[in-house]
């Protein structure tokens, strides 16, 4: 039986934005009622607005190419001001029913400052703001520290995106800042491409650099697995994930497959794990039993598992305490504000803790912002995180 297909909804979302732009272009008309005004902006809307439908359509038979990426942007960015310039010129017209004064033209001006603003820090997100890389270091202390670990240091990326990447030159800045950090550990928790295992082939060089002392270890996540994408088989399928774990290797990354393995500093170890991506509603692959099978209840245990939903489902109860978890997914959702004491991002909606250390019942989690950016190619106020944790030992 045919899936009967409701216009009411779209309808609905149309005369709004038609709404929208039309009080949009009244705020605008303040300072000129000439029809070469009117006449312009709405071509201009109409241009994007049918490019985006048009960039829609063409998916199934272009895939998400160029035109794609222009149109969606350009919608976002046309969308997102024009809201901002709502909300301002709203909180100044409202009065105006009480008072029957003219629309203030100084109130005007601010809500249009606000939306140039909007595109200019949209502008910067998507040329300078992805590629914005930030060192964000945490010292943590643990009781049960092994002594000769004390000061032992690990730097952690997520999220690489490979696919997404298009400046070799930042890509190269990124890795010397990684390697800068000279810690002792170096691991990856997951997603190291959009979709398929090619997209690393142009920058295996470039994360093929990064080395550490104790070795440089990695996980996957879900959009390794290229569920996202149409394959021929699935043969074709399990073909992609099989090369993309070679590439791990081609690469100097110990990849974590539901395993651990020990790590030792004269005498004394401690264990890293890493699971298959386990998230709820990203695919429940990953065996946390499986991959501390033989590992002492008393060991001091790290773990790289992509997906935070996965510690609080199982990893912060586990009755054999995991002391460390290092995860990334979220990507803060590369959009929010982490300043003057304010930290938010609309990710926080699905994920109460997205980004930074939690402690909870003893045992430490912390979420890494990502390296790369997936969907909007930029980042406003997310930026993208090297981080580096120092383990102590609590005195």
């Known amino acids: 039986m045919k899936r009967k297909f409701s216009i009411l909804p779209l309808a609905a979302i149309a005369i709004l934005f038609f709404l929208m732009n039309w009080y949009v272009l ?27 439908i048009a960039a829609i359509r063409r998916i199934g038979s272009h895939g998400m190419g160029s035109f794609f990426k222009v149109a969606t942007h350009a919608f976002l960015i046309l969308l997102t001001s024009e809201l901002i310039f709502t909300i301002a010129l709203l909180a100044g017209d409202i009065p105006r029913l009480f008072t029957g004064q003219p629309r203030n033209l100084h109130w ?21 703001g992805k590629y914005a890389y930030r060192v964000i270091k945490h010292t943590l202390f643990f009781d049960d520290l092994p002594e000769n670990f004390e000061g032992f240091t690990i730097t952690q990326i997520s999220d690489v995106h490979a696919g997404s990447f298009n400046n070799p030159k930042a890509i190269k800045r990124g890795i010397d800042l990684i390697n ?22 142009p920058w295996m060089n470039d994360f093929s650099k990064i080395k550490a002392p104790y070795g440089q270890f990695s996980v996957l996540g879900n959009h390794d697995y290229g569920d996202y994408v149409k394959w021929e088989s699935e043969e074709n399928k399990r073909a992609n994930l099989q090369q993309l774990k070679t590439y791990h290797a081609e690469m100097g990354y110990r990849l974590l497959l539901d395993e651990h393995v020990e790590i030792y ?24 039993q499986k991959a501390l ?24 109860q586990n009755p054999s305490k995991i002391q460390l978890t290092l995860a990334g997914h979220t990507h803060g959702m590369q959009f929010g504000i982490e300043a003057f004491g304010i930290k938010w991002s609309p990710v ?48």
């Open 180 to 201: 800068a950090q000279k810690s002792d550990l170096f691991v990856f928790t997951g997603d190291l491409v959009n979709n398929k295992a090619s997209e690393i082939v």
């Open 265 to 288: 500093k004269n005498g004394q170890k401690i264990i890293l794990a890493g699971v298959e991506n386990w998230g709820l509603g990203f695919g429940e692959r990953g065996d946390l």
């Open 108 to 128: 005007v001006e601010f809500a249009t400052i606000l939306f140039i603003l909007t595109i200019l820090i949209f502008i910067y997100g998507m040329v300078r």
């Open 293 to 316: 099978r033989n590992v002492s209840p008393s060991d001091f245990k790290i773990l790289l598992s992509h997906d935070p939903s996965h510690w609080e489902a199982q990893v912060k």
């Open 26 to 52: 009244s705020g605008f008309e303040t300072y000129s009622h000439h029809p070469l005004l009117s006449l312009g902006f709405w071509l201009l809307v109409a241009l994007i607005t049918l490019s985006l």
């Open 348 to 395: 926080k909606y699905r994920y109460a803790h997205w980004a930074g250390v939690k402690s909870e019942n003893g045992r430490y989690l912390n979420i890494n912002r990502g390296f790369g950016f997936l969907g909007f190619s930029g980042r406003i106020g997310i930026w993208p995180e090297v981080t580096v944790i120092e383990l102590r030992k609590t005195v």
